[in-house]
């Protein structure tokens, strides 16, 4: 049986960059489970699971519009420690949790400090990237 949308599946994988280093990996925890066509995983995965069998692996690479789109330069931004609590400090690299006026939350990630407060980045840490994934499918459930 060849998974297909709609179903739900068991997937290990292995995330590389383009340079070959890994990522992040289920290796060596559990599997991800997901229904295919849910759009919980980006459509470049979800695609490559399609037509492979349980225990099959492959390799596929996937292009930036089939992840998590093209760097947004405008998504990068200064935050003012005047708009900050007292007590906020983050380290360069850091990932930290903001909130729209309307209440919302969203990621960003601490790229710089500036003379008014820090420099923000609020794309994906892959957006723009070529992913290249080892994929195993682990089961079809159903």
């Known amino acids: 049986m060849q998974a297909k949308a709609g179903d739900r599946v068991k ?20 599997p991800i489970e ?3 066509g849910e759009g919980t995983a980006i459509p470049g995965f979800e695609r490559g699971i399609v037509g492979m069998s349980a225990n099959e692996t492959k390799t596929i690479t996937i292009p930036p519009e089939d992840a998590y789109g093209p760097r947004d330069e405008r998504k990068v931004f200064e935050f003012r420690r005047e708009n900050a609590p007292a007590d906020f400090d983050p380290q360069i690299g850091q990932t930290v949790q903001m909130h729209k006026p309307d209440g919302s939350s969203f990621f960003v990630t601490v790229v710089d400090r500036t003379e008014n407060g820090f420099m923000m980045d609020a794309n994906h840490p892959l957006a723009g990237k070529e992913l290249i994934f080892d994929l195993q499918l682990v089961e079809i459930v159903g």
């Open 34 to 36: 997901f229904t295919i």
């Open 11 to 30: 997937v290990h994988y292995t995330l590389k960059d383009a340079n070959g280093n890994v990522v992040e990996t289920s290796v060596k925890t559990a």
